[in-house]
């Protein structure tokens, strides 16, 4: 199974700051037709988990550009800019290259 | 895109529960889909997966306890929990193909 290790469990922030949120998988996430099915998801407290950003770095619909992906093959980051009180919550990176899917063990970003 | 879980409660270790995902807004038919878990306060564990074809995919933890299926007719999801331990108690989600839309969720409490 593909292991995802996100770094770091929490992270505080102010209000407007800018925070990153790593991704390790433990094999490349490059599917054979060439694809990174790496996705990142927050999880706002009480709510199910929403989809941000689709093969490393592609907006989901309606999804702001203060959020940004990067990365490629094992490493993966998400950065999240003028950080805006609807952004606390858990975020989750998720793998989408190979079966079972898996996810990371959570971001949980609070306000500092 | 709308997906409503359905069917959770209290059942008691050993038993069995059906869980139910009504689609709507999209061609369900076209469209493989996921169920996953979330214990909690825990992240998120995905269990399984079934194609527009009906092949299907499970989690290590649930294989040959859980079963996944689907009713196009009725743009309906199932899981059949069956044999169920207290492990299994959790929050379960539904969500299309790629995790770009999810549902609210349904509560699995598994204890005597």
């Known amino acids: 199974d593909v292991v995802m290790t996100q770094t770091p469990v929490s992270l505080s922030v102010s209000l407007g700051g800018q925070v990153s949120i790593s991704c390790r998988s433990s094999?490349?996430?490059?599917?054979?037709?060439?694809?990174?099915?790496l996705s990142w998801y927050l999880q706002k407290p009480g709510q199910s988990p929403q989809l941000l950003i689709y093969?490393?770095?592609n907006r989901f619909s309606g999804i702001s550009d203060r959020f940004s992906g990067s990365g490629s093959g094992t490493d993966f980051t998400l950065k999240i800019s003028r950080v805006e009180p609807d952004d606390l919550g858990v975020y989750y990176c998720?793998?989408?290259?190979?079966?079972?899917?898996?996810f990371g063990g959570g971001t949980k970003l609070e306000l500092k | 895109v709308q997906l409503v879980e359905s069917g959770g409660g209290l059942v008691q270790p050993g038993k069995s529960l059906k869980l139910s995902c009504s689609a709507s807004?999209?061609?369900?038919?076209?469209?493989?889909m996921h169920w996953i878990r979330q214990a909690p306060g825990k992240g998120l564990d995905w269990v399984a997966y079934?194609?527009?074809?009906?092949?299907?995919v499970y989690a290590d933890a649930v294989k040959g306890r859980f079963t996944i299926s689907r009713d196009n007719a009725k743009n309906t999801l199932y899981l059949q929990l069956n044999s169920l331990k207290s492990e299994d108690t959790a929050i379960y989600y539904c969500?299309?193909?790629?995790?770009?839309?999810w549902g609210q969720g349904v509560m699995v409490t598994v204890s005597s």
């Open positions: 079934i194609s527009s074809s009906s092949g299907t």
């Open positions: 998720g793998q989408g290259t190979q079966y079972p899917r898996t």
């Open positions: 093969k490393v770095s």
């Open positions: 969500a299309t193909t790629l995790f770009d839309y």
């Open positions: 807004g999209f061609t369900f038919s076209s469209y493989g």
């Open positions: 094999q490349s996430l490059v599917h054979n037709n060439g694809n990174t099915y």
